[in-house]
C-alpha cells in the first residue's frame, strides 16, 4: 500500500480558535454615552466631507498604542483640548492597534499585546475594545487603520474614522473591505508618492463588493456589501518627496477632479511630509493653515502623531525599562507641542473656515 503523504497545511504549526466577534461584544457591549460619541463622531466627519460643516477634522494621537493607561491620559487632556477648539476643529482620536511591516518586527497591540511576541491575540481583543469603550465613554471620536481584514467585525462599532494605510490602499481585499465600513474612510496614497492607487481604491470602494469574510458569530460568510460613500484622500507624502504644498495639493485636485471622485483631501503631516521627522509636523500644520487663509477648499482633516512625550523607543529586553507615554514606533510630538500647534490651527483658521466657499 502506497503511503499517505500530506499536501496541506505542511507550513502550518498550530491554529487557536478566538472568541467570536458577537461574544466579544456581549462581554464589552456599547454604553449609551459610547453610541453617542461614535454616531455623534461620525456624523460630524461625514458632515465636514459633505461640506455641510465648516470646520476641520483632525486625527491626532499616538502612532501606536502599547500601553493603554498612556493612551487613556492622552484621550482625558485631548478631550479637554477638543471642547477648547471646537469652534475650528473636530479633534478625533487616532487609536492605531495594528502595524504593517515590511519585513518583521511588533505587529501592534492587538497581535501581540505583552510586546514579547507571545502573541495572545484574544487578550490583544478585549485590551483593544476596552480601550476604545473608554475612549467613547470620554465622548472622544476614536479612528485607526483597517489592516487586518476579519478585526473590524470585533471593533468597528467603536470606530468614528478609517484609514487604508499606503502600504494596502492597492489591496483589493482592503478596498473590498473599506466598501462595507461604516466609518468614513481614508486611502492614503502609495509609498512612492503615487495617486493612482488611491483613486482607483476611491472608484473601487463606493460600489457594492462581494468577498469572503466572517460573520459576527466568527464563521466564513460570503459578505455583500453596499458601497462606502464617504471615501476620500489622504496625502502622505512618498518617494522621499512631501506631497503638501499647495502645488502638489492643486495636482491631486485636478487627478481627483479628472477621475470623478471626492476632492476631498486630508494632509498627514507625519511621514514623508514631515520627512519622517516629528518635530516638523506643526510646520506642516501651519502651512496648511496658510493655505487655507490663501483661498483653498480641498483641505478637510490632518492627521498627526501625538503622544504625552516626543520621540519614540526601541521596545527594550525589560518591559519594565518602558519610558511612560513615549511611542515604540514613529516617532512623535509631546503633549506641549500638540496644544501649542492645535491652538494655533484653530486661531488661524477660527474666522476664515465659515466663508469657505464649498
Request: glycine share 8%; net charge negative; with cysteine.
Amino acid at each position: 500500500m502506497s503511503q499517505i503523504r500530506q499536501v496541506d497545511d505542511l507550513n502550518i504549526e498550530s491554529q487557536q480558535v478566538l472568541i467570536t466577534p458577537r461574544a466579544l461584544k456581549e462581554k464589552l457591549p456599547l454604553s449609551d454615552a459610547a453610541r453617542d460619541a461614535v454616531v455623534g463622531g461620525r456624523q460630524v466627519i461625514r458632515d465636514i466631507l459633505d461640506r455641510k460643516d465648516p470646520r476641520l477634522f483632525v486625527v491626532i494621537g499616538p502612532c501606536s498604542i502599547h500601553d493603554p493607561k498612556a493612551a487613556l491620559e492622552y484621550a482625558s487632556r485631548l478631550k479637554a483640548l477638543a471642547e477648547e477648539v471646537d469652534d475650528a476643529l473636530f479633534l478625533v482620536l487616532r487609536v492605531y492597534f495594528e502595524k504593517p511591516r515590511t519585513t518583521v518586527g511588533w505587529k501592534g497591540l492587538i497581535n501581540d499585546p505583552h510586546m514579547n511576541d507571545s502573541f495572545k491575540v484574544e487578550e490583544g481583543l478585549h485590551i483593544a475594545r476596552r480601550l476604545l469603550l473608554d475612549v467613547a465613554e470620554l465622548g472622544l471620536p476614536a479612528a485607526t487603520e483597517a489592516l487586518d481584514p476579519t478585526t473590524p467585525q470585533y471593533l468597528q462599532d467603536l470606530i468614528a474614522w478609517s484609514a487604508i494605510g499606503a502600504r494596502t490602499t492597492e489591496s483589493q481585499t482592503h478596498r473590498e473591505m473599506s466598501s462595507g465600513l461604516s466609518s468614513p474612510v481614508g486611502f492614503k496614497n502609495g509609498t512612492d508618492g503615487s495617486l493612482d492607487v488611491a483613486v482607483n481604491a476611491m472608484l473601487s470602494v463606493q460600489y457594492p463588493h462581494r468577498f469572503l469574510g466572517i460573520d459576527p458569530d466568527g464563521r466564513v460568510a460570503l459578505t455583500t456589501t453596499r458601497g462606502n460613500p464617504y471615501a476620500h484622500v489622504v496625502l502622505r507624502g512618498g518617494g522621499g518627496k512631501p506631497n503638501y504644498d499647495s502645488v502638489s495639493v492643486a495636482l491631486a485636485e485636478g487627478a481627483l477632479h479628472k477621475a470623478g471622485v471626492s476632492t476631498n483631501i486630508m494632509v498627514d503631516c507625519s511621514h514623508a511630509n514631515s520627512n519622517k521627522d516629528p518635530s516638523l509636523q506643526p510646520l506642516v500644520m501651519e502651512n496648511i493653515g496658510n493655505q487655507i487663509l490663501e483661498g483653498n477648499t480641498s483641505i478637510v482633516g490632518l492627521m498627526v502623531e501625538s503622544h504625552l512625550n516626543e520621540g519614540n523607543q526601541k521596545i527594550p529586553e525589560n518591559l519594565d525599562d518602558l519610558q511612560y507615554g513615549v511611542s515604540v514606533t514613529d516617532g512623535c510630538i509631546g503633549w506641549q507641542t500638540t496644544e501649542d500647534a492645535v491652538r494655533a490651527l484653530a486661531n488661524k483658521v477660527r474666522d476664515v473656515l465659515p466663508r469657505r466657499d464649498r
